[in-house]
């Protein structure tokens, strides 16, 4: 095998030892439909190019990433200079020649060792500690929760779950996160009593009635294909983030155009889960 097949192998493998925080050989089967033998000397390649990267765990059957994984892994991140790790930082695939070009402007860089530490915790169900910083409160402070789902909403990866200091179902940025640890005690809330993510919320969209019958046309055949609205269901815990995304007035007296093309038209129906605290 060439070098550069070898080192496309190491990336995919290392993509999800760094990601999920551990990799195996049936994970290997699912993600790329290979052999029970191929998937071996996948792993067998990857911990002879990176062997201080992964132990053995013999009750998960896995290989589980090791402290030095991440710690050059952030190195990399840190460096000018591309590496044989740089892609194994990228979650998704890169845009190839030829192909169209999707293009997103990623302020926000999420660590795969915070991903990870979170991704193990909702497999495993274990509670995770970690020191967060928000708008409210900027000083580092000490939160432990039991989370339930990882998800990306706009620019930004997000953990939901179960706060024991504020004895509620909340959201927490990736990006605020530090120190995340994993812990013993096991997960106790069940998701299907977070009522903000069961909920699932009907959202009526139109053009924003303050624009002239050219201008609401105009929106009307760019995001309805022509009808005078388009209706979408969603989560009522990422609502507000759905709405920011599309810049969606919910508030059309006080939102109002260029700034707004967008309106949620039921918004009362919609204010409950909308302005949640």
Not at 105 to 127: E, G, K, M, Q, Y
Not at 164 to 174: E, G
Not at 206 to 214: C, D, E, K
Not at 255 to 267: F, H, K, R
């Amino acid at each position: 095998m060439s070098i550069e097949g070898r080192q496309a192998r190491d990336t995919k493998v290392g993509r999800i030892l760094l990601w999920e925080g551990r990799v195996g050989r049936g994970r290997l089967i699912a993600e790329y439909g290979l052999s029970p033998i191929r998937a071996s000397e996948w792993l067998r390649d990857f911990r002879e190019s990176y062997p201080e990267w992964v132990v053995w765990d013999s009750k998960l059957k896995a290989d589980v990433a090791t402290s030095m994984a991440y710690a050059a892994a952030e190195r990399t991140a840190n460096a000018a200079r591309p590496s044989a790790i740089s892609a194994m930082l990228i979650p998704d695939a890169p845009n190839e020649p030829g192909r169209p070009l999707s293009i997103a402007w990623d302020f926000v860089r999420t660590s795969p060792r915070t991903f990870s530490r979170l991704n193990l915790a909702i497999a495993d169900r274990v509670r995770v500690k970690f020191l967060y910083c928000s708008m409210n409160n900027p000083e580092p402070h000490e939160r432990t929760i039991e989370p339930h789902s990882l998800l990306r909403a706009g620019r930004r990866w997000h953990v939901r779950g179960y706060c024991l200091q504020r004895q509620a179902f909340r959201d927490f940025v990736l990006g605020r996160m530090s120190k995340v640890k994993l812990l013993q005690e096991h997960s106790l809330a069940d998701i299907a009593t977070d009522a903000a993510w069961s909920t699932v919320v009907q959202v009526r969209l139109v053009a924003h009635p303050r624009l002239s019958n050219a201008q609401q046309l105009v929106v009307r055949s760019e995001y309805f294909n022509g009808a005078s609205a388009r209706v979408e269901s969603c989560r009522a815990a990422l609502l507000n983030y759905m709405v920011q995304e599309l810049v969606a007035a919910t508030d059309v007296d006080r939102q109002i155009p260029p700034d707004y093309q967008l309106a949620v038209e039921n918004t009362e129906e919609c204010r409950q889960w909308l302005f949640m605290t």
